[in-house]
């Protein structure tokens, strides 16, 4: 149902409106609103919702229909009025087009020109409205798709596009929020989540900056995927910046016991990229896997709190460009042979 706001200081056209538009007001097509000059529309549309045109004659007393439109560009956007003025008034015509009037009409009212006037002002209001929906759909997806999702919807065939599987290489690294599952124990739902989000933030800004891109979130634990040249270097990097901003944040308030730090685990190779899930459930994630993501998490896993963990292989790898230790060997699940590994230190 259409919601019209009239604002003129004649009271006869309230009766005019009521009479001519009967059939859409019992068919609740229409809803009318009344009010005997600009100050008065104003007090209604505080409390009145969803008002999508507004009528209105602009000579009126206290305030005209000019000023009202100049408050209504300013907090109702959304609504759009339809000028009424004088015949061969073209003044007050020019400018209330110029304050943003959709239309306007002239009177004597010819209320088969007011009816297609409206019609034609709702069919826009109403685009205007799914328009607005539209984008805040989009950026409400935005946080919930991968963005190499929606990058791959902007382009044409997307779907086939997002059905198709390849081998890439890559690095990945695990990033894990240490002693938080203790804290999740203890404190409020709300106290948890805000100090989660506060970390993943962190880590974000540092991921992107470094032209990597985040891959899931797994409970405290965050997934980082760095593709293109130097990528382990760009990894790696991304790691020693995320630690250094995890550590410099305060103790959890209230409890001078906790201060937040991570462990890090990274690896490089090649990696299959694709969407896992269930396509009856409608439920994929566009992800990597194979065994050099198993890997990096389970140096994660082995990591000290604090401490940024490597295989050997990328030691060779990045030895030059960074400093390191060597910790030793170690048994990973699955691996038939043991794993001499390494801490990124600087």
């Excluded at 970390?199 to 634990?221: C, H, L, P, R, S």
């Excluded at 994630?285 to 709190?305: K, S, W």
Aim: charged residues 25%; negative net charge.
């Amino acid at each position: 149902m259409a919601k019209i706001l009239v604002v003129d200081d004649e009271k006869d056209l309230e009766v005019l409106i009521k009479q001519k538009f009967r059939k859409q007001i019992r068919a609740k097509e229409y809803e009318f609103l009344f009010a005997g000059n600009g100050k008065e529309a104003l007090t209604a549309l505080k409390t009145a919702e969803d008002v999508d045109i507004v009528l209105s004659d602009i000579n009126m007393p206290e305030m005209d229909g000019l000023t009202l439109l100049g408050h209504l560009s300013e907090s109702s956007p959304l609504i759009k009025s339809v000028m009424v003025s004088a015949y061969g008034d073209m003044d007050n015509i020019r400018t209330a087009m110029n304050r943003g009037a959709f239309d306007f009409i002239t009177k004597p009212i010819d209320f088969s020109d007011l009816s297609i006037t409206m019609e034609k002002t709702l069919d826009y209001v109403r685009q205007l409205r799914k328009t607005l929906a539209a984008v805040r759909e989009n950026n409400i997806l935005k946080m919930y798709v991968d963005e190499s999702v929606l990058n791959f919807m902007e382009g044409k065939d997307y779907e086939s596009k997002l059905k198709a599987n390849e081998t890439v290489n890559a690095s990945v690294i695990f990033i894990d929020i240490c002693g938080f599952t203790a804290i999740s124990e203890t404190a409020s739902p709300d106290t948890v989540v805000h100090l989660l989000n506060s970390y993943f933030e962190v880590m974000v800004k540092e991921i992107i900056e470094q032209d990597g891109y985040v891959d899931k979130f797994i409970g405290d634990a965050v997934m980082a995927v760095f593709r293109g040249d130097y990528h382990l270097d760009r990894a790696i990097d991304a790691s020693l910046a995320v630690r250094e901003g995890i550590q410099s944040l305060p103790s959890l308030s209230g409890s001078g016991s906790y201060r937040p730090d991570v462990t890090i685990g990274i690896n490089s190779g090649e990696m299959i990229s694709g969407n896992i899930g269930s396509e009856q459930l409608r439920r994929l994630d566009y992800t990597v896997i194979g065994d050099q993501v198993n890997v990096a998490q389970r140096l994660q896993a082995v990591a000290d709190e604090g401490q940024i963990v490597i295989s050997e292989k990328s030691y060779q790898w990045i030895k030059e460009s960074f400093k390191c230790r060597e910790i030793g060997e170690i048994q990973l699940k699955n691996k038939s042979k043991p794993m001499v590994i390494y801490e990124v230190l600087e």
